[in-house]
Structures are given as C-alpha cells and as structure tokens.
C-alpha cells in the first residue's frame, strides 16, 4: 500500500499570501496524483489531478507540481473561500487507492 | 452534468447490515467504472471499494473484504453497496464516485450517505 504523507498538518495564511502544501508518497506514483479541497460540511472537490492539471473551473492561483514520490500544491494570493482541508490521493498502484491525512489551511 | 445521490444511510447496530444505494444520472452509467469512498466526519478519505462498468473487477479495501460487496444495476442507472457484520469503526459518511481504472481520481461528489453503527 502506498502511503501518503502530508505537511504540515494546519498551515496559517493571512488572506492574499501564497501557500504551499507538501504530500510525499512511500514509493513513486509518477504523476498519478489529484488534489481535493474540502469545506467544512461539503463533499471535496477536485482541484488538480496527474500532479499539475487544474480541474474544469479551478482558478488559475491553484497549481500544481512534482512527480514520483514529491509533490506541491501552491495557491497563490489565498482568497477567503481558499481556507479549507486539502487532500492529496494517489491513483498510480492500487487497490487501495490512497489518500494523504490533509492539510488544514486556516487564517492566520 | 453528473449528478450522484446516495442514499440509504442510517443507524445500525455492530453485527447488523445495510445497503446503501446511489442513483447515477447525467452520464452513461453503463459505461463508467464506480467506486465507493467513505470519510468519518472530521477525518479523512478512505477508499472502500470498486467495480468496473461491466460488472467485472471488484476490488476492496483489506478491512471490508468479505463483509462488504459492491454491486450493481445498468438498467436502472444505480451502484449499491451492501454492508454486513458492520462494525463501530465502519461508521462514516460514504460517496459513491466514478472513476476508472486508469485514472482514478474523483471529479465528481455527491452528499454522502451517513452510516452510524452503535448500539
């Protein structure tokens, strides 16, 4: 089973800052990697999917990088509807599909 | 556009089983590969299970196999999960999603279905 590791854990931002977020995979997963964001109540929604694809009707400050065992989600001057849970999952080796623990974005 | 409608959720005691339901509309369902995810309110994502569009192929989570089947009804455009000797620990808001076999990544989300297992 392939797990995902996400850092950090909650990440203050203040509001027009930019964010980075980490998930590191325990084996390659090439670029077979999607990024979820999840609001409080609310079902995810896929942001990014193969590492660097922005999902239909993603803004453009959600990117997107890496490959095999490292990856990035970088949003760029966080808006208020930005402070949520995101996910990383990997699709590369399953079952089981995997998904990383989260990183909780809140504002600083 | 997909829409996905689970249903079928609710409280059940441990041992005890369920079947929740999903109604596909919008997309081919006969065409498309579905999975089952779950997520304990305030937790994480836990892939559950998978089933191709043609009903071969299933696979599960370790934890499930042999309680859980997932199942399902071109004609009536709906995926089924069928959940017996549920356990505490099985409690969790459950989606149902479509994804294939090669890329499977979720795009589409709908409310979940809530399944509570206590006594």
């Known amino acids: 089973e392939i797990v995902l590791t996400q850092s950090p854990d909650t990440l203050s931002v203040s509001p027009g800052e930019s964010a980075t977020l980490s998930c590191r995979a325990s084996q390659s997963v090439n670029?077979?990697?999607?990024?979820?964001?999840?609001?409080?109540?609310?079902?995810?929604?896929?942001l990014i999917y193969a590492a660097s694809k922005r999902a239909t009707d993603i803004p453009g400050r959600f990117s997107g990088s890496g490959s095999g065992t490292e990856f990035t989600l970088t949003i760029s001057s966080l808006q208020s509807e930005d402070f949520a849970v995101y996910y990383c999952q990997q699709y590369n080796t399953w079952p089981?599909?995997?998904?990383?623990?989260?990183t909780k974005v809140e504002i600083k | 556009q997909v829409h996905l409608e689970e249903s079928g959720g609710?409280?059940?005691q441990p041992g005890g089983s369920l079947r929740l339901s999903c109604?596909?509309?919008?997309?081919?369902?006969?065409?498309?590969d579905m999975h089952w995810v779950r997520q304990v309110p305030g937790k994480g994502l836990e892939w559950v299970a998978f089933m191709r569009h043609d009903g071969n192929n299933k696979y599960y989570l370790d934890s499930v196999k042999g309680r859980f089947t997932i199942s399902r009804d071109n004609s009536k455009n709906t995926l089924y999960l069928h959940m017996n000797s549920l356990r505490v620990e099985d409690s969790a808001v459950y989606y149902c999603l479509d994804g294939d076999l090669w890329s499977a990544y979720f795009k589409h989300?709908?409310?979940?279905?809530?399944v509570t297992v206590s006594s």
Do not use: E
Request: proline share 7%; no cysteine.
């Open chain 1, 31 to 46: 670029s077979n990697l999607a990024w979820y964001q999840q609001k409080p109540g609310q079902a995810p929604r896929l």
């Open chain 1, 96 to 102: 089981p599909l995997t998904f990383g623990g989260g």
């Open chain 2, 10 to 12: 609710g409280v059940v």
């Open chain 2, 23 to 32: 109604a596909a509309s919008g997309f081919t369902f006969s065409t498309y």
């Open chain 2, 109 to 114: 989300w709908g409310q979940g279905a809530l």
